[in-house]
């Protein structure tokens, strides 16, 4: 089993920048891509990004060019700089792990721009 714990959401202006980081402990392991998902209210779970064990990156077409997915693999962490933040980034995220043949959910932590 892997668990999940996001930390660093909050409230910020349009323009701020704000750092969300999710740590696993477990079997950590198994783990090989870990990245984040969103979900604002009345919409789907959608990614955001994510990182193999390898440094591997892919990002949502609406996040490219202003957050950045890293991962600290030896403290088994990973985080999403996010900045240029717009209203339509406020939502639930969520950090993710898929190991060999389950995948883990953080519980969530919010995150929302004021314009």
């Known amino acids: 089993q892997v668990q999940l714990v996001e930390s660093g959401g909050g409230l910020v202006q349009v323009g701020d920048s704000l750092r969300v980081s999710c740590a696993a402990s477990?079997?950590?392991?198994?783990?090989?891509?870990m990245g984040w998902y969103r979900q604002a209210q009345g919409k789907q779970r959608e990614l955001v990004a994510r990182i193999t064990r390898g440094g591997r990156t892919n990002y949502a077409d609406s996040v490219k060019g202003r957050f950045t997915i890293s991962r600290d693999n030896a403290k088994n962490k990973v985080h999403l700089q996010m900045n240029s933040l717009k209203p339509e980034d406020t939502a639930v995220y969520y950090c993710h792990a898929q190991a060999t043949s389950t995948t883990y959910w953080g519980q969530g932590t919010q995150v929302t721009v004021s314009s």
């Open positions: 477990g079997e950590t392991f198994s783990i090989n891509t």
